[in-house]
Structures are given as structure tokens and as C-alpha cells.
């Protein structure tokens, strides 16, 4: 396609939900079924409004789209490793879109607006992508090439040299990757993580090999008793041996591939699911249990994946095994004596995970209660008496050594017996042919060959088995994260989520309601009482309110309603007139936010710029940095950041700067208004802060927070 025709592949922004919708379908991401309508005119006409409409629309329509920023030094790797997705760029000052289905490094397909799919060359979407850098440039670099007397072959590559120095670093739009949410089902991440085609190349590349293995003995085996071992025969085992390995190369990458892309969506998951959690199941929970699921899902990885391979060329093995056994002396009866002991094989291995729960219970019971005790040493050295401290943890240990002695029994049945009875009761089978005198030496040769390699299979079989059943095992501690991810989440309507920027900036106070409750009411799991019952209460746009009641009063309560962290029991509450329903778990978030009580907030292990952009966008653009610099001098933090060597790139947390309470509790503040809500809810943030910089605080609350809840005790 010529480059001037290329206009012809770019969507308008008015049709962006048209071109997310087609391209989700046509790449085979689960579509939910509903329609999307138009983004609205006015979203048009901002290209980061617009994004983000296209963010909240993916949503709705049942996958996730990733915004990524498109740099000019960076287009053809963006191009060849990012399909499916929506390049967003704007064309003579109108936003618009590339609907990129399948990317490689020469060519491309993509959905163009007749709603047809093309192949065009890579190089066309390069030029389409940095034309509109390139021009203000493109003749001053073109003149100083002709100056410098570059061979016509060479200019090209010196012009491209020479704007890729000048524009290397220039945002030319957003790459919004479409991909399978993190909810959806399990079997589409699989898929379109090609795991499928990935398992079924390991397994093909090892049945390959491994028969060609039987293959070049079986060559040397009858040249052998043929009385033909010559060199012809020598030269084909050695080429049988030689073309062995390329497939076991192939076995070894493929199954490489196949455990880091497994392992992967594995963590992926788990991380997503933590975060879905319930936070009142988490706080049931202490701190030992919550460690032993960290530690839990490591091994169910790891567990998992290496059993898991284990047993699956210990499956080909047999097979193949069971192969040479019908062909040697033992025939028909050896194949059922094999599939006799493996049927036993499975029952007891069946027993054997049933029987090693209760010892696994009890490992992690020790594990909790220790990490409970430590954590709480101090109050147990002034609750407990001295000669009694050690009590249940010796009831404990002397219950887990009579589980592990049951347990290492079964190990030993499980690792020692199943192969070594397989090789007694294999040699049996072929006493009927070699009593009979009826077998040539050549068939018996080929059945001791056939029990031995099935005996190898199951030493690798059992080794598998075991390590199988720790992984499902593990899987048990583990399981309420996975799950907790296909939890149905509230989706709003992308033309309400995704609205652009704050629509009540600071300082401009409009008239209406912003908050409405009636009779709204809410219980914690496992208390009879109500933490807030019959609520009702209104917020208007612009108002400051003070919060005030003793402990226990509800008034943290109230404020995790408020800002959507907890859902009513009862009631209707609503937020800029709107249901939860309507807006959705992630645009009422976006309007309504909070910097809760201590023991609910953290610092992560990261830059201070991450732990104060976090609730903002990522990667921040300089107008954020921007923001967040003069939110932190208004606060007090200006001095922080002058000390810390790194600035807001220094990394602070368990591993990082150490920040006092009071810093702590204005870079919880800062988060709060970075995220340009309509409602900021602060819940007792005040506390920690000497007078002075209260002052600042609260100057800087009341200038920024456009509708502002304070929390405080009387």
C-alpha cells in the first residue's frame, strides 16, 4: 500500500468503540454480549479522555485493554510484539486509531474501517505511526544530508539515523493492548497463551526422541542377533543417535517455554485474586496463615509444574513401554500384568495423598502458631507464665512426628515398592514363554528390554505422583486466591467510567448533590450488631465536613461506604446521582476516594513517586511529577524530598527510606488528592501531625479536595 493511502486504515475517534468491538472479536477475546455505544462527542476531542473511555469500554465488554506508550524509538518493537491492539495517534489534531489484529516484523493485519482485515507492509505502519513527528523535521534533515554527500543509497538509513537521535525520546501516542482479563476464564488465558500448542509440542518432541531411541537399540539390538553388525548397520544407529538430539533440543525449549508461560498467568491470577479478597476474610486470617499461602503458592508452581512434567514423560513412556512389551515374548499377558499394577499404582497413590492432608494440616498449623507467637512475643511474656509456654507447641510437634512417620511409610511404599514389584512381577511374565521353550532368544531379549524400560517410567512416574500430590495439596491453601479472581465485579457503563478528568476541579465549587443515603445500613461477618444502621445523609458539591464520635461509632464504617471499598446491606447510596450499578465498582472509586486509618494504609516497596502516583495513572506523565512536587511542598515534604538522595525516584518502604509517622501520614494525603476525586474522604489522617504541619495540611486539604470529608475523634 502506497504511503499516502495509509489515511485509509485510520478509524475516527468516533468510531473507537466500533473498532474495539471488531477487534476483540476477529482476535477472540471473550465478548460479554452487550452493545457499546459511541464514545460521547465531547470525549472526542480529548485524546487522554478518550483512552481512557476505551479502558473502561474494554472492560464492558469483557477483556482488558492496557494503555502503553508509543515513543518514536520504540514503534517497531511496539509494532511487531503488541497485536492485538489500538494505536492511538492524532492525525492533523484529530485523534483517531489503527486496529492492529496479527504484528510481525515485516508484515502486519489490520482491521480497517470497511471492517476488512489487510495485510500491509510493517514499514507502512512505521511511516503512518511517526509521520506527523517527523514532519516539522523532515526537510532540515533531508537538506543536511544532501550537504554532507551521502550516496543516495545512504541517505535513508543516515536520514532515519539522524531523527531517530533528534526524536528518540517524543511520545508519538498510546498502544492500548487488548488481552484476557484477569477474571476470565481460565481456559481462555490458556489459549491465548498458545499453552495448549505448547504442551502438545513438549510431549510430541519427547514421544519423538524417546522413539527414536527404541528405535536405534532396536536396530543395534537385531543386528546383533542377526549375526549383521557391520558397519552399515553401525553408521544408521549412529545417524538414529544424532537426529535424537535436535528433538530433545526442542523438548527442553518448548517445555521451558510452556513452565514460564504457565507459571506466569499462575502468579498473575493469584495476585489478582488476593486483591479481590474480601478484606473482612482477610482479617479473620492472622499473619501466620497469610505467610503460609505466599509459601504455598511458590510450591504449587514450582510442585506443579515439575511433577507435572515428570509425569507426563513417565505417561510416554509407559505407552511406548507397553509397545515393546506386545511385541516380545510376554505379548497379550504382559500388557495386562502392566495395566494391572498401574491401576494399583493409581489407588494407592490415591491413598497416599488422602493420608498426607492431615500431615500437611499440621505442618502449617506449627508454621502459623509460630509466626503468630513471634509476632506477638511481647504480650505472651507478660500473659503467659514461663512453664507453660512451650505446652501446645509440644502437643503439637509430638501429634506431626506420628503423621510424618505414617507419611514416610507411604513415601516408601509409593517410591521403592510400585517400581521394584513392577521388575518382579514384570520378570514373571515371561517365565510362561521361557518355560515353554517356544519364545526365540530374540523376543525374550525384546521383553527383559520392555520391563526395564517401563521400570525406569515408573521411578519416574512415582517421583511425579508424589510431587503431584504436595502441589495439590498446596493447591488446597491456595485455592480461595484463584477462585476469589472469577468473582463478578460491577461494571458501570463505559460513558459514565470513563469520563475525563475531574469534573469538579479544585477551587470551582458547583451547587447539586454529589452524595445521597437513605436507610443505609451494613454488618461485619460474625457480629450480631450493625455497624451503621438507618443512615441517611446528603453531601453537596463543595462542602467541608467534620466527622466526629467515639470508637466503634461507625464512622470508618460510613467512610469505606463512601468511597466503595464496602457495598450496603441494606439502603440506597448514590454518587452524583448514580447507583454503584451504574458506575460501577471502578468509576465509583474513580470519583470517591480515601486515605484510611493507619493499620488499613501502606507504603510499598517502591520509588515515592510510585506510592504517590499509584491511584493516578502509571507511567506518570511530567504534568503528574509536576502535581505530585507541588502536593508534597504544600504538605511539608519538601525538605523530605531534598534529603532523599534519589528525589521521587528513591525507593522507601521495608527495603527503602525510612519515613516518620507524620510522613507517612502526608504522602497518605498526597496519594488521596493526586487521584483529582470529587469526594476525598480522610479518616483520622490528622493525628500524627504536629501543629505546624497541620496548618499546612489542612491548608492544602481545603485548597485541593473539591468535596472533603474529615474524620477525626472528638
Not at 498502544?175 to 502438545?200: I, T
Not at 507511567?619 to 528525589?647: Q, Y
Amino acid at each position: 500500500m502506497p504511503p499516502d493511502e495509509s489515511h485509509k486504515l485510520f478509524w475516527p475517534a468516533a468510531r473507537a468503540g466500533e473498532a474495539l468491538e471488531a477487534l476483540g472479536r476477529e482476535s477472540g477475546l471473550p465478548a460479554s454480549g452487550a452493545s457499546l455505544e459511541p464514545p460521547p462527542l465531547a470525549l472526542c476531542e480529548s485524546s487522554e479522555a478518550l483512552g481512557r473511555w476505551i479502558v473502561a469500554a474494554a472492560d464492558w465488554l469483557g477483556f482488558e485493554a492496557e494503555p502503553r506508550e508509543v515513543r518514536y524509538a520504540t514503534v517497531e518493537e511496539m509494532v511487531a510484539a503488541s497485536a492485538p491492539s489500538l494505536f492511538q495517534l492524532s492525525v492533523e489534531g484529530e485523534p483517531c486509531f489503527l486496529a492492529l489484529l496479527k504484528s510481525g516484523r515485516r508484515s502486519v493485519s489490520l482491521i480497517a474501517p470497511d471492517a476488512l482485515v489487510r495485510e500491509v507492509p510493517a514499514s507502512v505502519i512505521h511511516c503512518a505511526l511517526r509521520r506527523a513527528a517527523e514532519e516539522p523535521h523532515s526537510q532540515e534533515v533531508e537538506s543536511l544530508v544532501r550537504e554532507l554527500g551521502i550516496p543516495k543509497r545512504g541517505r535513508m538509513k543516515a536520514r532515519n539515523g539522524l531523527l531517530g537521535q533528534r526524536l528518540g525520546r517524543k511520545r508519538l501516542g498510546d498502544c492500548l493492548v487488548l488481552r484476557h482479563s484477569l477474571g476470565a476464564n481460565v481456559w481462555g488465558h490458556a489459549r491465548s497463551l498458545r499453552l495448549p500448542r505448547k504442551l502438545l509440542l513438549t510431549a510430541a518432541a519427547y514421544a519423538v526422541q524417546y522413539a527414536l531411541w527404541l528405535l536405534s537399540w532396536w536396530l543395534l539390538g537385531r543386528a546383533t542377533f542377526g549375526g549383521q553388525l557391520e558397519r552399515g548397520w553401525l553408521w544408521a544407529w549412529i545417524l538414529l543417535i544424532i537426529t535424537i538430539i535436535p528433538f530433545r533440543l526442542l523438548y527442553s525449549w518448548s517445555a521451558a517455554l510452556f513452565s514460564v508461560a504457565a507459571g506466569g498467568l499462575l502468579k498473575q491470577r493469584l495476585l489478582y485474586g488476593a486483591l479481590r479478597m474480601n478484606p473482612e476474610e482477610m482479617r479473620h486470617e492472622g499473619v501466620g496463615h497469610l505467610l503460609s499461602r505466599v509459601f504455598e503458592g511458590e510450591a504449587v508452581e514450582s510442585l506443579a509444574l515439575f511433577g507435572g512434567f515428570l509425569s507426563l514423560v513417565s505417561v510416554i513412556e509407559l505407552m511406548l513401554g507397553a509397545v515393546v512389551l506386545g511385541l516380545g515374548a510376554g505379548g497379550a499377558l504382559h500388557v495386562l500384568l502392566l495395566a494391572g499394577w498401574t491401576a494399583l499404582l493409581a489407588a494407592h497413590s490415591w491413598r497416599f495423598f488422602r493420608r498426607r492432608l492431615p500431615w500437611t494440616a499440621a505442618r502449617l498449623d506449627i508454621t502459623h502458631n509460630l509466626v503468630e507467637v513471634m509476632a506477638g512475643y511481647r504480650t505472651r511474656l507478660a500473659q503467659e507464665r514461663e512453664e507453660n509456654w512451650h505446652d501446645n507447641e509440644d502437643k503439637s510437634l509430638e501429634s506431626y512426628l506420628k503423621l510424618s512417620a505414617r507419611t514416610d511409610y507411604d513415601v516408601k511404599l509409593l517410591m521403592i515398592f510400585a517400581p521394584r514389584g513392577w521388575l518382579i512381577l514384570g520378570l514373571c511374565g515371561i517365565i510362561p514363554a521361557f518355560t515353554s521353550g517356544g519364545a526365540s532368544a530374540e523376543s525374550i531379549a525384546i521383553s527383559l528390554g520392555g520391563v526395564l524400560l517401563i521400570r525406569k517410567a515408573f521411578d519416574k512416574l512415582c517421583e511425579g505422583l508424589a510431587t503431584f500430590a504436595a502441589a495439590g495439596i498446596a493447591w488446597q491453601q491456595v485455592k480461595p486466591f484463584f477462585r476469589a479472581a472469577s468473582l463478578p465485579d460491577v461494571k458501570g457503563l463505559p460513558s459514565f467510567a470513563a469520563a475525563g478528568a475531574r469534573s469538579n476541579p479544585a477551587g470551582q465549587i458547583k451547587a447539586g448533590t454529589l452524595v445521597e443515603a437513605h436507610d443505609v445500613s451494613f454488618s461485619y461477618e460474625g457480629r450480631d450488631e450493625p455497624a451503621l444502621k438507618g443512615c441517611n445523609l446528603s453531601i453537596k458539591l463543595g462542602d467541608r465536613i467534620l466527622l466526629e464520635g467515639p470508637s466503634g461509632g461507625g464512622k470508618s464504617t460510613l467512610a469505606a461506604l463512601l468511597t466503595g471499598m464496602r457495598t450496603p446491606d441494606a439502603g440506597l447510596l448514590l454518587l452524583d446521582g448514580l447507583d454503584r450499578q451504574t458506575l460501577g465498582a471502578e468509576g465509583w472509586r474513580r470519583r470517591a476516594v480515601s486515605a484510611p486509618q493507619f493499620h488499613e494504609n501502606h507504603i510499598l516497596t517502591e520509588s515515592f513517586a510510585f506510592n504517590l502516583l499509584m491511584g493516578r495513572r502509571w507511567p506518570p506523565k511530567p504534568v503528574d511529577v509536576a502535581e505530585a512536587e507541588a502536593v508534597c511542598r504544600e504538605l511539608g515534604l519538601g525538605e523530605l524530598l531534598s534529603r532523599m538522595p534519589a528525589g521521587f525516584e528513591q525507593m522507601v518502604g521495608e527495603s527503602g527510606w525510612q519515613l516518620s509517622h507524620g510522613e507517612r501520614s502526608r504522602l497518605f494525603i498526597a496519594r488521596a488528592l493526586l487521584q483529582d476525586a470529587e469526594l476525598v474522604v480522610l479518616d483520622e489522617s490528622f493525628a500524627a501531625l504536629d501543629p505546624e504541619n497541620l496548618r499546612l495540611a489542612l491548608t492544602c486539604v481545603m485548597k485541593r479536595a473539591s468535596t472533603l470529608v474529615v474524620i477525626a475523634h472528638p
